[in-house]
């Protein structure tokens, strides 16, 4: 299948996933209410962490600002999930640089996964990628200092909760991980 079919697709598959199921679910760890805030999933962020390495960073931008505004469509947040999105692709490239051990050119058309780059540093450019994109939106959201708590906990809970969805995806549709990964 051809690398721009598939990210289509994965295109697609992560904004009607996020848009149609996660963001109806309103999840709480806690049984009681009034003791952490509600959130939601984020999975499509998932679309710009899993582009190739070769990609163009103005292409990164473009893509990341049509996947926030499909979100914010979907969720009606005026441009909140398209400026957390180009955020998020903007630093993309400085944090794969610091964490693959070669020039990110050498590695041509590869997408990062967990096959390429093993659990902990893609479970680190995951998380490092995902809190600037929950922390932007998180922000933009709430827009309060005096509910820095609130935004604190709202962003970890999220943050976790959407590290568990790279996992079970990476699982899922990762080919041929090896044990020693």
Known sequence: MSIYLRNFLRFLMLVLIQGLLLNSLSQRWWPSPG?????????????????????????????????????????????????????????????????????LRDYGNVTPSVKMMGWTPFLTYAAILLLVHHL????????????????????????????????IYALLFSHSISKSD
């Open 35 to 103: 003791t952490l805030p509600p959130f939601i999933p984020f999975i499509y962020p998932l679309f710009i962490l899993l582009l190739p390495l070769a990609t163009p960073v103005w292409f990164m931008l473009m893509a990341g600002f049509v996947l926030g505004l499909s979100m914010d469509a979907f969720m009606d947040t005026g441009g909140m999930h398209a400026a957390a999105c180009v955020l998020m692709a903007f630093a993309r490239m400085s944090v794969l640089a610091a964490l693959l051990p070669r020039k």
């Open 136 to 167: 932007v939106y998180f922000i933009m959201e709430i827009w309060n200092i005096h509910s820095i708590v609130y935004l604190i906990t709202k962003t970890l809970l999220t943050l976790v909760t959407s590290i568990i969805f790279v996992v």
